[in-house]
């Protein structure tokens, strides 16, 4: 890996969830990402399928290489989808699909490489903008799990730290959560943060505030959660609303208490779907309180910027940079990277 500069070029980049894959090419080194097509995951028997229809879409431009990241665990050449039946064998994708090599990243693996590229108008500051230090930033992202990574810098050398920070748990820290918290559906037997800050999650909380409504608990959880958004934007649902505005706080809350584990001061970036359909019901002001509220450190916390991130066409672009310049990056290539 020593001697490779770039990767082979053209090159093409995909971002791959259990609903969803959208497929980008770059021409060159350094030349930004054109998005060629996005299909739906179920529609495809395998990634190699969907790699064929978007090599096509290319059309005269013969991709070299890939980059991929996939919603799954990564080991090596070979990752699996979370929520789909697709399993990544990289050098059998590089022979069906006639490329040169390949590198597969988990999908917060790459969403945690994705903060070396974020420029301005990808982000929307929760409260008042602060000035980043060199500390390592963080991303967290409620979909339908809750994804947890970081990326730390040493000079000029970028380190993606991906882990399974969404099952830390938590708990109740104020007097309407000592109301609900008893009423949390447990998972494998404990309340993590990933119990509660997802899709499913709103369900969970969803039916747990559910008798203080009147309501039936298990028709509240069975409620789909972009109903629930859709009610708590509404603002005709007290009872939506109300688990609208426990989620946020519950991730505010969780955000900073994993920026202060990691030393964050890079940043904290949120993400996901779930948080995007409710983006226009945080508060900045009260989002932000919860956030930095890690007595006896406030002051450190409120040294930590926070941000939404837009959408994830910096995913892409992340992908682009790291096959422009792999040396930019520490991931293990002797072991991951893979050819036909």
Same mark, same amino acid.
């Given at each position: ?12 980049v995909?971002?791959?969830g259990?609903t969803n ?7 060159g080194p350094g030349e ?5 097509? @996005?299909?739906?995951?179920?529609a495809h028997?395998g ?7 978007? *090599? ?8 070299r290489a890939?980059i991929i990241?996939a919603?799954g665990?990564?080991?090596?050449r070979?990752?699996?989808l ?10 059998a ?5 006639g490329l ?6 988990n999908?917060f693996?790459?969403?945690?490489l994705?903060l070396?590229?974020v420029e301005e108008g ?5 409260g ?6 060199r500390?390592? @930033?963080?991303?967290?992202?409620p ?7 970081a ?7 970028f380190?993606?730290l991906?882990?399974?920070?969404g099952?830390?748990g ?8 000592d ?5 949390i559906?447990?998972?494998?037997g ?5 119990t509660?800050?997802?899709g499913?999650g ?5 039916a ?8 039936d608990?298990?028709?509240?959880a069975?409620?789909?959660p972009?109903? *629930? ?7 005709t649902?007290?009872?939506a ?6 989620f946020? @706080?519950?991730?505010?809350r969780?955000?900073?208490d994993l920026a202060?584990?990691l030393?964050a001061t ?14 226009r019901?945080i508060?900045?002001?009260?989002f ?6 890690k ?7 409120r040294?930590?910027p926070?941000?939404?991130?837009l959408?994830d066409?910096v *995913?892409?672009?992340a992908?682009a940079?790291?096959g422009?310049d792999?040396?930019?990056?520490a ?5 991951r990277l893979?050819c036909?």
């Amino acid at each position: 890996m020593s001697e490779l500069s770039a990767f082979a070029h053209p090159l093409i980049v995909a971002d791959i969830g259990g609903t969803n894959a959208r497929f980008a090419l770059t021409r060159g080194p350094g030349e930004p990402p054109r998005l060629v097509t @996005k299909l739906a995951t179920a529609a495809h028997a395998g990634p190699e399928d969907a790699l064929n229809e978007a *090599i096509a879409a290319c059309g005269e431009v013969r991709p070299r290489a890939a980059i991929i990241c996939a919603a799954g665990p990564v080991t090596g050449r070979t990752a699996r989808l979370t929520n789909a039946p697709w399993h990544f064998d990289g050098p059998a994708i590089a022979q069906a699909c006639g490329l040169e090599q390949g590198l597969l990243l988990n999908d917060f693996e790459a969403a945690a490489l994705s903060l070396a590229f974020v420029e301005e108008g990808d982000v929307s500051p929760i409260g008042p903008t602060i000035v980043a230090g060199r500390g390592p @930033k963080l991303v967290l992202g409620p979909g339908t799990g809750l994804g947890v990574a970081a990326l730390a810098r040493c000079g000029e050398t970028f380190l993606p730290l991906p882990g399974e920070g969404g099952h830390v748990g938590i708990g109740p820290q104020d007097a309407e959560d000592d109301g609900y918290w008893p009423r949390i559906a447990r998972q494998h037997g404990r309340v993590t943060a990933e119990t509660l800050l997802c899709g499913p999650g709103l369900q969970r909380l969803h039916a747990a505030l559910a008798s203080d409504f009147g309501a039936d608990a298990s028709a509240a959880a069975a409620t789909p959660p972009p109903q *629930i958004a859709e009610a708590a934007l509404a603002g005709t649902d007290a009872h939506a609303a109300t688990t609208a505005r426990v989620f946020l @706080k519950l991730l505010a809350r969780t955000a900073g208490d994993l920026a202060l584990v990691l030393g964050a001061t890079g940043g904290v970036f949120l993400r996901g779907g779930v948080l995007h359909a409710l983006a226009r019901l945080i508060e900045p002001e009260t989002f932000r309180r919860h956030f930095t509220g890690k007595a006896p450190v406030d002051a450190f916390a409120r040294a930590m910027p926070l941000a939404l991130l837009l959408d994830d066409a910096v *995913i892409l672009r992340a992908m682009a940079g790291i096959g422009a310049d792999p040396q930019r990056f520490a991931l293990a290539y002797g072991e991951r990277l893979w050819c036909a």
